[in-house]
């Protein structure tokens, strides 16, 4: 049975970094595009960042265009995201997903992580 697993997430100041890492078991990262949501408390859970199967492609929500990179190593089953200039906005728990398609729907995503939490003090 097919299994994310998030980690990377803690407390971090304004103006600091972090990367988020997601490994899957029990299916092959490969056949899927990965992406990144997250859910700040009280909100809806939003798109973040997805990229292809093959790493050619990336997209990104506004917000975080020029602060955060996703990315992805197929060999260990791995997806990334690289978070710079973290504002306390960003503060949320964050979810790697794969899809079969290349889309920001999350009613179109297959396997979903348990999540990592984020925190930016200001």
């Known amino acids: 049975q097919g299994r994310l697993v998030e980690s990377g997430g803690t407390l971090v100041q304004s103006g600091g970094s972090l990367r988020l890492s997601c490994q899957a078991s029990?299916?092959?990262?490969?056949?899927?595009?990965a992406a990144w949501f997250r859910q700040a408390p009280g909100k809806e859970r939003e798109f973040v960042a997805i990229i292809t199967r093959n790493s050619i492609g990336t997209y990104y929500q506004d917000s975080v265009k020029g602060r955060f990179t996703i990315s992805r190593d197929n060999a260990k089953n791995t997806v990334y995201l690289e978070m710079n200039n973290l504002k306390p906005e960003d503060t949320a728990v964050y979810y790697c997903a794969e899809a079969s398609e290349f889309t920001t729907d999350p009613d179109k995503f297959d396997f979903w992580g348990q999540g990592t939490q984020v925190t930016v003090s200001s």
């Open positions: 029990g299916f092959t990262l490969d056949y899927y595009a």
